[in-house]
């Protein structure tokens, strides 16, 4: 399988639930990375997973969580879901923690009422 | 505090012409340097990368200059073609390109025909 696919591609949620979003990393990537990108503004790192183990942490709050698969999927979890949050999510990745390049799925644009 | 910056929002060339987008960074500790293109409803896609024991890479009419001692690197598109019009984002990593993808804000490029 190539190409890193995200689903949904649209969401809206209320102030205060819980979100999923998924991504199915290319076949073979054993990193994988999730971005947040605010209007105007470049993606801002999020969180990293390799081989199933967080491996580094943005600026986020612990209300942001992921989880890792072996069949190379992804998930992030944001809980508590506030206005600011409402951003295009980008996951990313990559053969070997970036080295090799990362590939971006198309986003996961999250909308919060 | 913007570790990754370009300063220009957009910018508007005629087709043909050369397109030149400049990026500037704060960390000494990054040493790899990525450029990324993004369409609307589209992930960021890889263009062009530089280690910084490099001071240019070229890849067709793409070309990348690092300027190490300024902290200033820049994408040369020769020639520009319409279908060049995009979202383009600098973004810079450490330790070779393993550690996160820092972004700068991006900058709109519009090649007219």
């Known amino acids: 399988e190539t190409g890193v696919t995200q689903s949904p591609t649209h969401l809206i949620k209320t102030r205060g639930q819980q979100v999923t979003l998924r991504c199915s990393s290319q076949s073979g990537h054993n990193t994988v990375s999730w971005y947040q990108q605010a209007l105007g503004q470049g993606p801002q790192f999020i969180f990293q997973y390799y081989r199933e183990e967080e491996n580094g942490r943005g600026n986020f709050p612990p209300r942001f969580s992921g989880l890792q698969f072996p069949n190379y999927s992804s998930e992030l979890n944001v809980n508590a879901l506030e206005l600011d949050d409402s951003a295009l999510y980008l996951c990313?990745?990559?053969?070997?923690?970036?080295?090799?390049?990362?590939?971006f799925g198309s986003g996961t644009r999250l909308t919060v009422v | 505090d913007q570790q990754v910056k370009q300063n220009s929002p957009s910018l508007s060339v005629q087709e043909g012409r050369i397109s030149i987008l400049n990026c500037d960074y704060t960390n000494s500790m990054f040493d790899y340097f990525l450029w990324y293109k993004k369409y609307p409803a589209e992930g960021p896609t890889f263009l062009i990368s530089i280690s910084s024991i490099k001071d240019k890479n070229e890849d067709g009419r793409f070309t990348v200059f690092l300027n190490k001692s300024a902290k200033h690197l820049s994408l040369h598109i020769v020639p520009s073609q319409p279908g060049d019009s995009a979202v383009y984002f600098c973004a810079a990593s450490a330790q070779g390109g393993s550690e996160k993808l820092v972004f700068g804000k991006g900058m709109k490029l519009t090649v007219n025909p």
């Open positions: 990313a990745s990559s053969p070997d923690r970036g080295l090799g390049g990362y590939t």
